[in-house]
Each structure stands twice: as structure tokens, then as C-alpha cells.
């Protein structure tokens, strides 16, 4: 039975992150764009309503590295959103406006002195 398990994860995992063949990219680069259009105005719209959130693709796999992250960044008032993986290399345009707004607000590298307190913490 686990045999079997693990062989099925390790087949799901190579099939997932499959890469498009060239007419499948370019067809992406259209899509994406729009849809980084639409992520962007939506995380306006949130920004707008008072959320700030920290979304970043597969950060950490660490489910102790996430509720560290995600602790720290509750004492300002900002959530996070482990991404998963990003198969499709897509660029996180909500995340980014977002980094944008919190190095607005907390200053330039906020973000990466966090990340350095939170490597020191799940280290211990």
C-alpha cells in the first residue's frame, strides 16, 4: 500500500508541473496578461477595504515556517497566503502590489528582515 502511494505521488508530481509546449506559452502570454490585469485590481480593491496580504508562491513546504510567517505578520496587521507551487510561472500580480503597499507602509526590505526572524525561529 505504500509502495503504491508513493508511486502515485511521484507520478502526480511529475505530471503537474508539466511545461506548455511553445504555442500553449504564447497562448499563456496573452491570458496572463489579463490576468494579472484582474489581479492587480484586485488587490486595489482590497487594499482599499483595509487588507494587506503577503502572497508568495511555495515559500516554504514547512507547516511550521508558515504559522511562524503567519504569526508575525498578524502583530501588523497583515495576512498571508502561502501560494503552493507555481507551475506555471505565473507572475503573482496581487502578491506584488501588495509587497508594494507593505514596503510603502513598513519600509523597503520590511518583508526580508521578517523572513530573517522567522529562519531564526524555526531554526531553534
Given amino acids: 500500500m505504500r509502495t503504491t502511494l508513493f508511486r502515485f505521488s511521484i507520478i502526480l508530481l511529475l505530471t503537474s508541473c508539466s511545461h506548455p509546449s511553445k504555442e ?3 497562448k499563456w502570454v496573452y491570458i496572463e496578461d489579463g490576468a ?6 484586485r488587490a486595489k ?5 483595509g487588507i494587506i496580504k503577503y502572497a508568495v508562491y511555495n515559500y516554504s513546504s514547512s507547516l511550521k515556517t508558515d504559522s511562524v510567517i503567519k504569526s508575525i505578520l498578524e502583530r501588523y496587521n497583515i495576512e498571508y497566503e502561502n501560494l503552493g507551487e507555481n507551475c ?3 507572475s503573482n500580480c496581487y ?3 501588495m ?3 507593505i514596503e510603502e507602509k513598513y519600509g ?3 518583508i526580508n528582515s521578517l523572513i530573517t526572524v522567522v529562519k531564526s ?3 531553534k
Avoid: P, T
Fill in 36 to 41: 494579472c490585469y484582474m489581479e492587480r485590481e
Fill in 108 to 110: 523597503e526590505g520590511f
Fill in 95 to 97: 502578491g506584488i502590489y
Fill in 24 to 26: 500553449e506559452s504564447a
Fill in 88 to 90: 506555471k510561472n505565473d
Fill in 121 to 123: 525561529q524555526v531554526e
Fill in 99 to 101: 509587497l508594494s503597499k
Fill in 45 to 49: 480593491i482590497d487594499y482599499e477595504k
